[in-house]
């Protein structure tokens, strides 16, 4: 009878240990990683670290009041990108974007004669909520949501005699991959969206105006992911 028992429970355990290999709870709080490709989380720590190279790209969009026909362009630009993320699970991740760029505003439309309006700096520090999904191996897709809160700062003016665009929150959406090499080491993917509508007021042919710029970019960017 004992043998019995004990049998019994190593069966149980040797197929206990073969489901847990082979399927994952999704969205569990405590889920650890067993598959085969796939270091556990205290192997490589619950905190990440990427560098990217990042391409901003605006929607060139707004307006300025009261001028009918009026609208607005950008510059897109290329800038380094840093993240710092943290793993509460394998599973859910909280990612904090850090970089800065520049923008240069052009009148269009009935205002296309003001040429470049000015320029502004901008600094859009994001936090996202990401789920990265975990049964591809070495292969990490990832979708996040979040909020940014975006600071415009060494506004410079061009046609205009005075420009200032006001700080603002949005949120913010994405979706991305590492493709891990290692434990440690990656290469990483990611496309965000941030909706980026920040209110002005200008000076121009002596006149106070105010206005709304419609941004909202697309962030691109790719780099080097390092788990630890």
Do not use: C
Request: charged share 15%.
């Amino acid at each position: 009878m004992v043998r019995n028992w004990v049998g019994q429970w190593r069966g149980i355990a040797v197929a206990a240990a073969i489901v847990a290999a082979g399927m994952q709870q999704a969205m569990a709080a405590d889920i650890q990683s067993v598959t085969q490709n796939e270091p556990p989380v205290a192997a490589s720590g619950p905190w990440q670290v990427r560098l990217r190279a990042l391409g901003v790209i605006t929607d060139n969009k707004g307006n300025v009041n009261g001028i009918p026909g009026s609208d607005l362009s950008y510059s897109d630009t290329l800038t380094p990108e840093l993240d710092i993320s943290y793993y509460f699970t394998n599973n859910l991740a909280a990612e904090l974007i850090l970089g800065t760029t520049y923008a240069n505003i052009y009148g269009e439309g009935t205002i296309s004669g003001l040429g470049k309006i000015g320029k502004v700096w901008v600094l859009p520090p994001t936090l996202t909520l990401q789920y990265h999904f975990t049964d591809f191996g070495p292969f990490k897709p990832y979708v996040g949501a979040g909020v940014n809160y975006t600071i415009f700062y060494n506004q410079d003016t061009g046609s205009a005699e005075a420009l200032r665009v006001k700080n603002t929150f949005g949120g913010a959406v994405q979706v991305g991959f590492d493709y891990m090499l290692d434990q440690h080491w990656g290469v990483n993917l990611d496309v965000k969206k941030l909706f980026l509508e920040p209110k002005f007021d200008v000076t121009a042919g002596g006149t106070n105006l105010t206005g709304k710029a419609k941004l909202n970019p697309w962030l691109i960017g790719t780099g080097v992911t390092y788990r630890f």
